[in-house]
């Protein structure tokens, strides 16, 4: 069992930056993919960002891909997800999301992640 929490989620100008965190509790948070996925209102949940268990591998979302960076410190039990360069179509709620996986593959369907955190808005204005 993993509990997420994010944190980091605010207002922000147009072409400002935020830095989200997700905390894991739990056991083995080394053994889990992590992924962040976002949900604007009156649309489905889409999927950002994802990192594999050592952080060797990556992957992204074309429309976020060359702005946001994901990282992880498996010391800290925590994935970080950097948005620079940020518009207003960014705007969302953002989940961190896990699934036990020793793989480099990533998938970024939210079927394939086991644990999900509540959530953390993130409002960028024109």
């Known amino acids: 069992q993993v509990q997420l929490v994010e944190s980091g989620g605010g207002l922000v100008q147009a072409g400002g930056s935020l830095r989200l965190s997700c905390a894991a509790s739990?056991?083995?948070?080394?053994?889990?993919?992590m992924g962040w996925f976002r949900q604007a209102p009156g649309k489905e949940r889409e999927f950002v960002a994802a990192?594999?268990?050592?952080?060797?591998?990556?992957t992204y979302a074309d429309s976020v891909k060359g702005r946001f960076t994901i990282s992880r410190d498996n010391a800290k039990n925590t994935v970080y997800l950097q948005m620079n360069s940020l518009k207003p179509e960014d705007t969302a709620v953002y989940y961190c999301?896990?699934?036990?996986?020793?793989?480099?593959?990533?998938?970024?369907?939210?079927?394939?992640?086991?644990?999900w955190g509540q959530g953390t808005q993130v409002t960028v204005s024109s």
């Open positions: 999301a896990a699934r036990e996986s020793r793989s480099i593959v990533l998938l970024t369907s939210p079927s394939w992640y086991t644990y």
């Open positions: 739990g056991r083995a948070f080394s053994s889990y993919a």
């Open positions: 990192i594999s268990w050592s952080g060797g591998s990556t």
